[in-house]
């Protein structure tokens, strides 16, 4: 470090300048990974939380605490839908979800919890945690709701990649920045005696400068003699930088998409093949979402003897098709006698009519009984 001295001793002026502030700082842009998961996840949570769920007995539907709980108000802070969209957020987000009744008859989804699993008995969740409250008792595995979304795949692509598109943005991010950079240069007359505490008057005097350029859109600053400010501005920008990081964003956004099940089309809202895209993303993500929902709750709140005999809880409002859009489809379906007028409501999520003439099959297109017809004349 000899050589450096000698250097600075026969030049105070680069002496001086070597403690300026000439900053550069690389900030991890964590925002990236919270953004593609929040865009996809909250996206099929929306989808989920316009579902109706329907306890169904004897083919019609009861209108009861657990139809109120599913539907309308599942605890004194959430309605229905935010109760189911932080569900499905936890179940993807956190490959795991678990939902307790209180003694006070609400539904709460844990915030964390402790899962003990046994070969023969029935698992036991412990030190189970609602925002800031610990449950002192444990709960059994058939007294609350618990799914798991077994998807390995999204929890090792967001410890490896998130990182690595993270280094990558933040990257980009600086030559943009760079690019866009108002760049000058300061000239002085250094013949007077560069003390410390001239030193930090200068500094000050940079820095008041830099910052009237910086907040103001009309600056005016003194000129001083031995003073000199010339700005330095390439121009060679050409907005590539910006097009190319809103790639990058959209690219990592398409890729989680992919691994949920996500049609790219929709995440975006582009409205190129929109049918194709809501039939893949209703049969791909939703649809085996609400079959694991569904199994769920007539598992834990339907015993065997009862779902035998056929009650159920249904989950209904997504995966049916429009009924005005289908007007000419469920004429044929009636009318070729493959449906009763009773089947065709079920398929279309309506319940099923009182009215014994709509377990009839018709045919014909003025929907007459099948019995009715003989040799081509009516009796």
């Not at 300048?17 to 909250?42: F, V």
């Not at 005005?324 to 009763?340: C, N, Q, R, Y």
Request: charged share 30%; hydrophobic share 40%; with cysteine.
């Amino acid at each position: 470090m000899g050589w450096l001295n000698n250097v600075l001793k026969r030049n105070s002026e680069l002496e001086w300048m070597l403690d300026l502030d000439l900053t550069y700082e690389t900030s991890h842009r964590a925002y990236l990974k919270k953004m593609a998961l929040e865009t996809c996840i909250n996206f099929i949570g929306r989808t989920i939380s316009q579902s109706d769920f329907r306890i169904m007995k004897n083919g019609k539907r009861q209108m009861n605490d657990w139809h109120y709980l599913l539907n309308v108000r599942p605890n004194t802070d959430q309605a229905a839908a935010d109760f189911w969209q932080k569900f499905i957020y936890e179940l993807i987000h956190e490959n795991e979800v678990l939902v307790i009744l209180t003694d006070n008859n609400d539904l709460l989804i844990a915030d964390s919890f402790t899962r003990v699993e046994y070969a023969v008995y029935p698992d036991i969740f412990k030190d189970v945690t609602v925002k800031d409250y610990t449950f002192q008792r444990s709960f059994n595995m058939d007294e609350v709701i618990y799914l798991t979304y077994n998807n390995e795949k999204l929890s090792k692509f967001m410890d490896g990649m998130f990182d690595d598109f993270a280094n990558l943005f933040s990257r980009m991010i600086e030559v943009s920045l760079r690019k866009n950079q108002i760049r000058g240069k300061v000239g002085m007359d250094s013949t007077q005696d560069l003390t410390d505490k001239n030193r930090t008057k200068l500094q000050n005097f940079i820095d008041k400068l830099f910052n009237s350029f910086r907040n103001n859109s009309v600056a005016l600053v003194p000129m001083l003699k031995g003073f000199n400010y010339e700005e330095v501005y390439s121009g060679e920008n050409n907005g590539q930088s910006v097009e190319e990081l809103t790639k990058l964003k959209r690219s990592l956004v398409d890729d989680v998409a992919n691994i949920l099940g996500i049609p790219n089309a929709l995440v975006h809202g582009e409205l190129a093949e929109y049918e194709t895209s809501i039939k893949a993303y209703i049969k791909f993500c939703i649809g085996p979402l609400l079959k694991k929902i569904k199994d769920e709750l007539n598992n834990k709140l339907i015993d065997q003897k009862a779902y035998l005999k056929g009650d159920r809880i249904e989950v209904k409002g997504i995966t049916e098709k429009d009924l005005i859009d289908h007007a000419e489809a469920v004429d044929k379906l009636v009318a070729s006698g493959a449906f009763t007028r009773n089947e065709v409501r079920e398929l279309f999520g309506a319940e099923r009519s009182d009215d014994p003439e709509l377990d009839k099959f018709v045919i014909t297109k003025n929907y007459q009984s099948a019995d009715s017809v003989e040799g081509g004349e009516v009796r």
